[in-house]
Nanobody, 123 residues
Framework: QVQLVESGGGSVQAGGSLRLSCASS????????MGWFQQVGRRARELIAH????????VYPDSMQDRVTISRDSAKGTLYLQINALKPEDTAMYYC????????????????WGRGTQVTVTS
């Protein structure tokens, strides 16, 4: 059974940091492109960072590029998202996703989704 389980979310004051984790099981983690999506309210989920099987990374929103790091631990089958200098506008649900190709992440149709973890940033 495939599982992607996010953790590490919570309520934090602006300026703080969080590290989100996504523990994977039931599929070959090392073969998949992994991504983090952000969903603010009822808006569509937006891809904010991805990492390839060989650890090439990309962070998309300009507002996050100098604050966010995506990484993966192949031995543990776990994906991470480090967010520093948190802002109230970072308040959202964060979902991890696994895809067999980068294009599937880009169009928002990954093979597997996690259930998400809520991040709330207070000013």
């Amino acid at each position: 059974q495939v599982q992607l389980v996010e953790s590490g979310g919570g309520s934090v004051q602006a300026g703080g940091s969080l590290r989100l984790s996504c523990a994977s099981s039931g599929y070959t983690f090392n073969d998949y492109y992994m991504g983090w999506f952000q969903q603010v309210g009822r808006r569509a989920r937006e891809l904010i960072a991805h990492i390839s099987p060989d650890h090439e990374t990309m962070v998309y929103p300009d507002s996050m590029q100098d604050r966010v790091t995506i990484s993966r631990d192949s031995a543990k089958g776990t994906l991470y998202l480090q967010i520093n200098a948190l802002k109230p506008e970072d308040t959202a649900m964060y979902y991890c996703a696994a895809a067999t190709s980068l294009s599937k992440l880009y169009v928002g149709t990954p093979t597997y989704w996690g259930r998400g973890t809520q991040v709330t940033v207070t000013s």
